[in-house]
């Protein structure tokens, strides 16, 4: 039997904070403790009383004054796009035609799927992130190599191959029957596998046609217990686009409706220029519009509407969109979707931010009941955060008078450095023995009880 206790200060969420003074929505132990037995929460609360329910001899990770939290979820990024982050000058597109697609033919290579996949594992964990719903490119072997690295690392993580048969180069298409049959092998092989989850990946309405859109119907019919993500009204170009390719569909939302696409599993990455009809469409079928601000800042595509989504009933996660999006970082993240609703007259809470980096986006996954927080039976994916790892940031902390500033200091100027460890399944990854880098000064790593 393995065991470790992780001491720090421990905040998980319960439920969605109703405001920033929503004490309720969430537990927090100034001195806490998490009882990691053989990669699961066995215990979590008062330093005190979760020492008592381990076992002689435990190990402890001291990371104190640090905050322990669950790891954080990332609900929308292509990791083909690693490097092509920072890409200059153009919207959606053209974006796409001059950088992306070039970029992602390098993905028929195995040797290139696999190093660029252990890096964007590695990047992802280096910022906090233990869970990610990607991309891949369309080759299988971007989709063999995405897992490969994911199950190294005991990731939880979900992925699929992209279909496209039109509006894209040759290299990158495939005939409708073909995108089905290597699906379906990839379903085979990696879903359920270990930690992995698929996800159906028809990329958006203008690189699939009608035929092809047949074909991820009868995927989803199939494979009801697999994940289904695509991209919805991102740009106003894009959308004008996709509506001329089926006339027949009411507005660019009907497209994916009419081939029963939409449902609790269904995740539309941005979702910014959408009428209440096909929000109250998303809210009837449950699909979820993944709000990804750093990238529709960087594209210039729009900004998203969060309380219209809330009146309506519609459910929305938040993602970094790597490669359009800049950063691997979910705090980064909060902080440019602070900035995009502040624009529009609503307001962001560091307690919802939070929420939404854990406990939110495991719900709109379905998956509350192993990731997103720390209860007993929880998946031991955990992320320590260091509110004073910047100058800056010490500074500003000698001032701050509650959690929730913290929480707000983290959000608005943390970064990568903010993380002092992420544990997958119990095991440290960042500063622990895998990782490269030394613990922080303040963490006395693996003492024993």
């Known amino acids: 039997m393995s065991e470790l206790l992780i001491r720090g200060r421990v905040l998980t969420f319960v439920k969605e904070?109703?405001?920033?003074?929503?004490?309720?929505?969430?537990?927090?132990?100034?001195?806490?403790?998490v009882l990691v037995r053989n990669g699961k929460v066995a215990g979590v609360g008062a330093h005190a009383e979760v020492a008592?329910?381990?076992?002689?001899?435990?190990?402890?990770?001291?990371?104190?004054?640090?905050?322990?939290?669950?790891?954080?979820?990332d609900t929308h990024l292509h990791f083909p796009q690693t490097q092509a982050i920072a890409s200059y000058g153009a919207q959606l597109l053209e974006w796409l035609n001059t950088y992306i697609f070039v970029e992602e033919q390098k993905f028929k290579a195995p040797e290139h799927a696999a190093f660029i996949a252990g890096r964007f594992m590695d990047e992802l964990l280096a910022n906090g992130t233990t869970t990610a719903v990607a991309y891949c490119s369309v080759h299988p072997e971007s989709v063999d190599a995405f897992f490969n690295a994911a199950e190294a690392r005991n990731m939880r993580m979900v992925g699929g191959k992209v279909m496209m048969d039109r509006n894209a180069p040759e290299a990158l298409t495939d005939m409708p029957e073909k995108g089905y049959?290597?699906?379906?092998?990839?379903?085979?092989?990696?879903?359920?596998?270990?930690?992995?989850?698929?996800a159906i990946s028809p990329r958006f309405a203008i690189t699939s046609t009608p035929g092809q859109m047949e074909m991820s119907?009868?995927?989803?019919?199939?494979?009801?217990?697999?994940?289904?993500?695509?991209?919805?009204?991102?740009?106003?170009?894009?959308?004008?686009?996709?509506?001329?390719?089926?006339?027949?569909?009411?507005?660019?939302?009907?497209?994916?409706a009419r081939y029963d696409?939409?449902?609790?599993k269904t995740l539309l990455g941005h979702c910014i220029h959408l009428s209440d009809r096909e929000i109250s469409v998303l809210a009837e079928t449950g699909a979820v519009g993944v709000f990804c601000p750093t990238s529709n800042l960087f594209l210039g595509s729009g900004l998203f509407d969060r309380d219209r989504f809330d009146r309506l009933g519609a459910r929305y996660s938040v993602a970094t969109d790597v490669g359009a999006g800049t950063s691997f970082s979910m705090l980064e993240t909060m902080d440019e979707a602070y900035k995009v609703l502040h624009l529009q007259g609503q307001r962001l809470s560091p307690l919802n931010s939070f929420y939404m980096m854990t406990l939110g986006n495991a719900r709109a996954l379905d998956l509350e009941h192993c990731?997103?927080?720390?209860?007993?039976?929880?998946?031991?994916?955990?992320v320590v955060l260091d509110s004073r790892a910047k100058p800056a940031m010490e500074l500003r902390m000698q001032v701050a008078s509650s959690l929730t500033e913290e929480l707000f200091i983290l959000q608005t100027m943390g970064d990568d450095r903010s993380v002092a460890e992420v544990y997958v399944a119990g095991k440290p990854m960042k500063c622990g023995p895998r990782g490269a880098s030394a613990p922080a000064p303040s963490a006395r790593m693996f003492e024993t009880a």
Do not use: M
Not at 17 to 33: K, L, N, V, W
Not at 181 to 197: N, P, V
Not at 220 to 249: G, M, R, W
Not at 261 to 264: E, Q
């Open 52 to 73: 008592k329910q381990a076992g002689d001899g435990v190990k402890v990770a001291d990371h104190r004054p640090h905050l322990v939290l669950p790891g954080l979820i």
């Open 371 to 382: 990731i997103g927080s720390l209860h007993v039976g929880a998946d031991a994916d955990i």
């Open 17 to 33: 904070p109703e405001g920033i003074d929503d004490t309720a929505s969430y537990r927090f132990f100034e001195d806490g403790a």
């Open 181 to 198: 049959e290597e699906t379906k092998r990839l379903i085979a092989k990696w879903h359920g596998r270990g930690r992995a989850h698929y």
């Open 217 to 256: 119907r009868a995927l989803v019919a199939e494979h009801p217990d697999c994940y289904v993500q695509t991209h919805l009204s991102e740009n106003k170009d894009e959308i004008a686009f996709a509506t001329s390719l089926y006339p027949q569909a009411k507005d660019y939302t009907d497209i994916y």
């Open 261 to 264: 696409l939409l449902g609790r």
